[in-house]
């Protein structure tokens, strides 16, 4: 197989020089991958446990601290800024941090392209924990691949998963001669001798216990037999009692008298030498005690280089010492084992004819076609992945307004914060941003009956007005269920916005005295604006200040706002701009739009052409940054904010970018008169209805409510305040500029 298709792709495990099973692995696949296809790119990233201790090769392009989990996501940012066409995870419970290794769902979650994972641990018995983190990692991976049927049996019975995206490769091998061990003992100074091999990071599940109280009876059919112990005391182990069990098992052995018959060499052993021992060896042993070990590396090893293997019958070592191609004997079986191994080490026939069929075993396991088979897997997972088709939307027709939604969420102290699905979910209680949108909304929404709207001004404007502390200057945001406040002065944004939907209040409320009571206590309170620092608390506060200009045009202090606020708008702009970078600040965050939003509304406000051509710059840049390749809006996504000078991610997309878009493209229409921009606006709020990265509509059109956000595999399904809100507020700004011009849906908006 070529890849003339796949170019590119991601590679996720411990790696060498880090000393285990998994980082060996790793480090055999991407040598694997690289030598059979060189045209291929492959980036490895690296977990690692001790951050500083491993000096990488320049293949790791990566190291990720095990614990840490902003490393995990800062991990998923780098390879979709790689341009990777697909990920390959090397699965391990203990190797990524968090509960059961949850970390790694994290990072899985911020990715879009294809996951295929190789899952090295399948249990029969998951804890609540390694079962969650599993089956999560089921549900985003395109494929998994298990090394023995048994894992895909294991996999379909415990966890429900679905046969179709399990794949059967077995561990690859190297490719070595078949040589007779008597040409490779001088080496290792075995000359004479009949070698019995274990090879592995010690630690007491591997059984060596088992094989040294079997040697007394091998030596006595076969006294030129040697144990040999060949490798490290696994770290974790080290770190934990140092080389107390290494030493028991050589006391175990003195025990037995059998000392002169069992060798310990303490290494971790790079692959060629190890191949050199296990080429050296007449038996390789497996006897380990864990019966539900899916994958052996070493055994696959030992069988590729033609060994006669003796082992316990663990899932791995089933099925690739089948149908006579090794012995197994019981776990915990001294006797058996004694038994085999010195029938073996005295029929030289027997022991050849079942070194040559492990051998003829090996030759379809080579690390070759290990890489064929999983490339074939990641460009299948590839190509699978559902295609947009590259179509004009010139037929959608906006969402009327509906509050169906927002009464569901509000009670009569005021609009809650969160739900679960569509239920709401008190545990969050309520906040001053939401009700102060709920309030903006009521003012805004043309056609609603009188006596509703009159009902939910009075209890969203009733909670802002509780909600000012006049001890601090400031008003409160956050509200327990019981009503009892969190603070005592909430933030400078949720403060602008509270301005913001006063203005909205006085201008726009239908009944007098719903205007009159937001300009008392917009006059009461509005001077908090003059102390905010935030760009978009003062982008807040300044689209209150244009509201209540446009009710009462001598307003002095918005009019002070909008002309101070509209200036260090400019200022933080010619401070941060550079050639690339036309924006207020060196990073992205959320509610974007309304930085330019606020200039053309002050702007248009205060006849200031200045304002107006900076509004229209920035909301010109921050729009071409909220484009996907086909065309469609967008939304600066949440990993994205706090990244210096950097392009956006796409991912998590909120609803609140888009309302802001559609207001920013409605205030440039405004200003201006230049119709383009209401395409642009009908752009952003298609991304509700289904025009966005996943195809997957946001609006609940039966009943006005909207999910929280478009996530890398999905909907965020929960409908809480923020984005039901975003959706009535772009609905009713929409259906204003529907009725501005005839031709919404005509070859303008239709080419957005």
């Known amino acids: 197989m070529e890849t003339s298709r796949l170019r590119h792709v991601a590679l996720l495990g411990n790696f060498l020089p880090r000393k285990c099973g998994i980082a060996t692995f790793t480090s055999d696949t991407h040598a694997a991958l690289t030598e059979r296809f060189p045209d291929l790119r492959v980036d490895v990233y690296a977990m690692d446990d001790h951050p500083g201790r491993y000096e990488y090769p320049p293949e790791v392009v990566a190291a990720i601290p095990q614990h840490d989990p902003a490393a995990h996501v800062e991990a998923a940012r780098a390879i979709s800024e790689s341009g990777a066409q697909a990920l390959w995870v090397q699965h391990e419970y203990g190797i990524y941090g968090g509960p059961a290794g949850e970390n790694l769902i994290a990072l899985l979650d911020r990715l879009t392209i294809p996951v295929v994972a190789t899952l090295h641990t399948i249990l029969e018995h998951p804890s609540e924990d390694e079962r969650r983190v599993l089956e999560a990692l089921l549900r985003r991976c395109s494929k998994v691949i298990v090394m023995a049927e048994k894992g895909r049996e294991i996999l379909k019975r415990v966890h429900g998963a679905d046969d179709r995206a399990i794949v059967t490769i077995p561990h690859g091998v190297p490719d070595r001669p078949f040589v007779a061990p008597e040409t490779m003992k001088g080496r290792f100074g075995w000359e004479g001798r009949k070698v019995i091999l274990t090879f592995g990071l010690l630690a007491p599940n591997k059984g060596i216990e088992t094989m040294i109280a079997a040697m007394p009876d091998i030596v006595a059919v ?39 018959h069992v060798r310990f060499v303490d290494a971790f052993v790079e ?13 390789y042993v497996t006897p ?10 070493t055994l696959s090893y030992a069988v590729g280089v033609g060994k006669a293997v003796v082992s316990t ?4 070592a089933t099925e690739i010492l089948a149908d006579r191609h090794g012995v197994l004997v019981g776990f915990g079986d001294s006797g058996g084992f004694a038994h085999e191994i010195a029938r073996l080490l005295t029929d030289d026939n027997e022991r050849q004819a079942l070194s040559h069929r492990a051998y003829a075993r090996g030759r379809t396991m080579l690390w070759p076609r290990l890489a064929e088979r999983a490339i074939e897997v990641l460009d299948n997972a590839r190509t699978a992945k559902p ?26 102290t005021g609009m809650l914060q969160h739900s679960v699905y569509s239920v709401p979910d008190r545990n969050h209680g309520y906040c001053i941003d939401d009700n102060a949108r709920a309030l903006i909304l009521m003012c805004k929404m043309e056609d609603l009956d009188p006596v509703v709207r009159d009902k939910w001004i009075g209890i969203y404007a009733s909670f802002i007005q509780f909600a000012w502390n006049p001890e601090k200057q400031r008003f409160r945001n956050f509200m327990r269920f019981d009503r009892s406040w969190s603070e005592e002065a909430g933030s400078e944004d949720s403060n602008g916005r509270t301005i913001w939907a006063l203005g909205v209040a006085a201008n726009r409320a239908k009944p007098r005295k719903h ?150 493209c409605d205030a440039a229409f405004t200003a201006t008169g230049d119709r383009s921009w209401i395409a642009e606006a009908m752009r952003a709020y298609r ?40 959706l009535q507020l772009a ?14 849906a005509g070859p303008e908006v239709a080419a957005a």
């Open 222 to 260: 076969e006294p030129r037999a040697l144990y040999v112990v060949l490798g490290a005391t696994h770290p974790n182990l080290v770190a934990h009692e140092g080389e107390i069990y290494r030493d028991q098992l050589k006391t175990l052995a003195q025990e037995k008298g059998v000392a002169d």
């Open 313 to 316: 019958p663990y899932v791995h």
């Open 271 to 283: 692959q060629e030498p190890l191949l050199d021992y296990l080429q050296a060896a007449d038996i």
């Open 515 to 664: 205007r009159d009571w937001a300009l008392s206590l917009y006059d009461a309170t509005a001077t908090l604006a003059l102390q905010l620092r935030s760009p978009r608390a003062m982008a807040f506060a300044m689209l209150g200040a244009a509201e209540m200009l446009a009710a009462h045009p001598g307003h002095s202090l918005s009019r002070e706002l909008l002309e101070r606020f509209g200036e260090d708008l400019i200022a933080l702009l010619d401070k941060a701009r550079r050639p690339e970078w036309s924006w207020f600040e060196i990073v992205l965050a959320y509610d974007n739009a309304r930085l330019p939003e606020a200039l053309l509304r002050a702007g248009k406000a205060l006849e200031r052409d200045d304002f107006i051509a900076v509004g229209l710059e920035t909301l010109e840049w921050i729009r071409d940054r909220q484009l996907s390749p086909e065309g469609r809006f967008r939304a600066v996504g949440t990993e994205s904010f706090g990244r210096e000078y950097a392009d956006p991610l796409p991912f998590d997309q909120q609803p609140l970018e888009a309302q802001a878009m559609v207001d920013a």
């Open 288 to 297: 380990y005690s864990n019966p539900a070990q899916i994958t052996s590396g």
């Open 687 to 726: 991304w509700y209805l289904g025009a966005n990265d996943l195809d997957l509509p946001l609006a609940t059109s039966q009943d006005g409510g909207c999910f929280d956000g478009l996530m890398p595999t999905g909907l965020n399904r929960n409908q809480g305040a923020e984005s039901i809100l975003a």
């Open 731 to 744: 609905s009713c700004a929409i259906s204003v500029l529907s009725k501005v011009t005839e031709n919404v």
């Open 387 to 412: 295609r947009r088709l590259n179509q004009r939307v010139v037929d959608i027709t906006p969402i009327e307004p509906d509050i169906s939604a927002v009464e569901r969420m509000s009670d009569t």
